[in-house]
């Protein structure tokens, strides 16, 4: 029997969860068995999920996602049935094709112990380089910012019952997240993350449009191609999908971009401006963005955090972004608030 999750107000189950990591044997045996591929599997980082890679006897690769116990059945079903969506409606996009099983399922729900029931979902291999791991350029977030609105335009018309689940990661909920008991090695780092949600509280309304979206458009979750640093060869984990506002897709790709750049702006712009030329946004989107960029940063310190405290065995990974996001808050506090809205509308009429 697994153990239960950890008490974690605020978060979701599968955020808080310590459920067992699946061994590498034991995907290659699913995949022998129920994919009919032979091969050797090899461990790949997942925030909450046992993900492998299978590289099959002749050299082909499957990726293998086992989810976290913690995930209901039925948002598991919602991100694969945007998967079977995504291919008939845009299968032009790099982004992971389904494999289905040899009784041509779509995915799998198997036991892995007593009370320990999952998910199971394969698709083909993404292949490039990880854009965390890439030399940056304004023209790569500006065709990242493309592909996204793309993939946005494509999951316009998707609807499944569980699309409008609660999750810790959508925006819409930020405010919520002011009451989880975090503890920041710095006080003035709570006064921050405060000053982001109150702000975005404020200003956020509930008639912005709203649609399925990927909502987690991070550096982690787009390859490039190597031959090409320019071209998006991969957009990978739809995990964190949810019907919310859209724009909400625009400020997280936009807040994901800034990196490490002296001026957390530029690239956060390129996205935005490549963003828009593909699906322009509505005037209240756009005069929303700048809180909603912040709220974003709030939450990429404020989710690890709550995590990392109760995953003190995680913690390094759970973390390894947060020093970054902390020092993109300082670079924007030391630039007036109007030249950041200017900016951001700007990068949104190119």
């Not at 316009?156 to 810790?168: E, K, L, N, Q, V």
């Given at each position: 029997?697994?153990?239960?999750?950890?008490?974690a107000?605020?978060?979701?189950?599968?955020?808080?969860?310590?459920?067992?990591?699946?061994?590498?044997?034991?995907?290659?045996?699913?995949?022998r068995?129920?994919?009919?591929?032979?091969?050797?599997?090899?461990?790949?980082?997942?925030?909450?999920d046992s993900?492998?890679?299978?590289?099959?006897e002749c050299?082909?690769?499957?990726?293998?996602?086992?989810?976290?116990?913690?995930?209901?059945?039925?948002?598991?079903?919602?991100?694969?049935?945007?998967?079977?969506?995504?291919?008939?409606?845009?299968?032009?996009?790099p982004?992971?094709?389904?494999?289905?099983?040899?009784?041509?399922?779509?995915?799998?729900?198997?036991?892995?112990?007593?009370?320990?029931?999952?998910?199971?979902?394969?698709?083909?291999f993404?292949?490039?380089?990880?854009?965390?791991?890439?030399?940056?350029?304004?023209?790569?977030?500006?065709?990242?910012?493309?592909?996204?609105?793309?993939?946005?335009?494509a999951l316009?018309?998707?609807?499944?019952?569980?699309?409008?689940?609660?999750?810790?990661w959508?925006?819409?909920?930020?405010?919520?997240?002011?009451?989880?008991?975090?503890r920041?090695?710095?006080?003035?780092?709570s006064?921050?993350?405060?000053r982001?949600?109150a702000?975005?509280d404020?200003?956020?309304?509930?008639?912005?449009?709203?649609?399925?979206?990927h909502?987690?458009?991070?550096?982690?979750?787009?390859l490039?191609?190597?031959?090409?640093?320019?071209?998006?060869?991969?957009?990978?984990?739809?995990?964190?999908m949810?019907?919310?506002?859209r724009?909400?897709?625009?400020?997280?790709?936009?807040?994901?971009?800034?990196?490490?750049?002296e001026?957390?702006?530029?690239?956060?712009?390129?996205?935005?401006?490549?963003?828009?030329?593909?699906?322009?946004l509505?005037?209240?989107?756009?005069?929303?963005?700048?809180?909603?960029?912040?709220?974003?940063?709030?939450?990429?310190?404020?989710?690890?955090?709550a995590?990392?405290?109760?995953?003190?065995?995680?913690?390094?990974?759970?973390?390894?972004?947060?020093?970054?996001?902390?020092?993109?808050?300082?670079?924007?506090?030391?630039?007036p608030?109007?030249?950041?809205?200017?900016?951001?509308?700007?990068?949104?009429?190119?």
């Open positions: 029997m697994r153990p239960e999750p950890l008490a107000p605020g978060l979701d189950p599968s955020l808080a969860d310590i459920a067992p990591q699946i061994t590498p044997e034991v995907a290659a045996e699913i995949a068995v129920h994919y009919g591929v032979v091969g050797a599997a090899t461990s790949l980082p997942g925030e909450k993900n492998f890679a299978i590289t099959s050299g082909t690769r499957l990726f293998l996602k086992i989810v976290s116990p913690g995930e209901p059945p039925e948002i598991s079903d919602f991100h694969t049935e945007a998967l079977v969506h995504l291919e008939a409606r845009a299968a032009e996009l982004i992971l094709r389904l494999r289905r099983t040899l009784t041509e399922a779509p995915s799998l729900r198997l036991d892995f112990g007593a009370g320990d029931r999952r998910t199971v979902r394969a698709t083909s993404a292949h490039g380089r990880a854009q965390t791991d890439c030399h940056r350029n304004a023209a790569q977030s500006r065709a990242i910012g493309a592909v996204a609105a793309r993939l946005q335009t316009a018309d998707f609807r499944h019952p569980a699309d409008g689940h609660r999750t810790t959508d925006l819409a909920r930020a405010g919520e997240l002011r009451d989880l008991p975090v920041f090695p710095e006080a003035a780092q006064r921050r993350v405060a982001a949600l702000a975005f404020e200003r956020v309304t509930a008639d912005l449009p709203r649609q399925v979206v909502n987690d458009m991070n550096t982690d979750n787009v490039m191609d190597p031959r090409d640093p320019a071209r998006v060869s991969g957009i990978i984990d739809f995990g964190d949810v019907r919310t506002a724009v909400f897709d625009a400020a997280i790709g936009a807040a994901h971009q800034m990196g490490r750049s001026d957390p702006l530029d690239p956060a712009c390129a996205f935005l401006s490549g963003f828009s030329a593909e699906r322009p509505d005037e209240a989107e756009i005069t929303l963005l700048p809180a909603a960029i912040e709220a974003r940063m709030a939450m990429r310190v404020l989710i690890p955090q995590r990392a405290d109760r995953l003190p065995e995680r913690r390094a990974y759970i973390l390894r972004n947060s020093s970054d996001v902390w020092r993109q808050f300082d670079r924007l506090d030391a630039m608030r109007d030249r950041i809205a200017g900016r951001i509308a700007e990068a949104c009429a190119r």
